[in-house]
């Protein structure tokens, strides 16, 4: 069983509907969860994401894979770390 999550934009007022409609046609959808607020769609069962990212899509929703944790958090250690090597640079410099 494979969780895929969706970064949607929704500005209606049936848009957690809509998305539920257009994901019930897909084989292998186990459970989807719609977060109106955060714009998050959590999809499980044994459905390649990129199927699921196609079915929104289809559905005339603005979407994308929702961006992992770990992305963040090595944008985050990427940053700190050229951060850190242009102060020594600017250091060794002076």
Do not use: F
């Amino acid at each position: 069983m494979e969780t895929v999550e969706l970064k949607v934009v929704m500005a209606g007022y049936n848009c957690e509907q809509k998305i539920k409609k257009c994901l019930a046609k897909l084989r292998g959808i186990e459970k989807v969860e719609v977060d109106v607020g955060y714009g998050k769609v959590v999809v499980s069962g044994c459905v390649h994401p990129n199927k699921v990212l196609k079915a929104v899509r289809r559905a005339g929703m603005k979407a994308e894979l929702w961006p992992s944790q770990n992305e963040a958090l090595l944008s985050t250690y990427a940053a700190a770390s050229m951060s850190s090597y242009y102060s020594l640079s600017q250091l060794n410099n002076a």
